[in-house]
């Protein structure tokens, strides 16, 4: 009976310490559990920094497209641009030699005019005179 109890005592103690190693990889299996949890937590905060990440790659590429694009409208500006002033100043230029041309002619024509004036006095002089010696030669 004393070997029974000794053997049922090992056996209590056996028992004991099975029940401590299943409690202790139950706390183990816990930890694992909630190390696993906050890993896949990690997992899934990458992937969403990832496409985010994707997301922000994507958006840089389409607003880098439409920089490209911006600047390639820019430049078809800028050239036109300079050819508008270029004309602008072409167009200034001949409309300062058209005024120079019309101020020249105006000055012609007050110089012609006064000739014509002065013309028209010496022909009414000479009339005149023409008529006296018309007028004389009459009476005689």
Do not use: C, F, H, P
């Not at 190693?21 to 969403?48: H, M």
């Amino acid at each position: 009976a004393e070997a029974s109890e000794l053997q049922l005592k090992q056996l209590q103690d056996q028992l004991s310490m099975k029940e401590q190693e299943i409690s202790a990889l139950n706390n183990k299996l816990t930890l694992q559990g909630q190390e696993l949890d906050r890993a896949e937590q990690r997992i899934g905060q990458a992937k969403l920094m990832s496409q985010a990440n994707e997301d922000s790659q994507s958006q840089t590429e389409a607003l880098n497209r439409k920089v490209t694009l911006l600047e390639k409208d820019l430049l078809t500006a800028e050239t036109s641009l300079k050819s508008t002033q270029e004309r602008l100043r072409d167009v200034e230029l001949q409309a300062e030699n058209w005024e120079r041309k019309a101020n020249s002619l105006e000055a012609d024509k007050s110089t012609l005019e006064a000739k014509v004036q002065e013309l028209e006095e010496l022909y009414n002089a000479t009339k005149t005179e023409l008529a006296d010696t018309l007028k004389s030669l009459e009476d005689l």
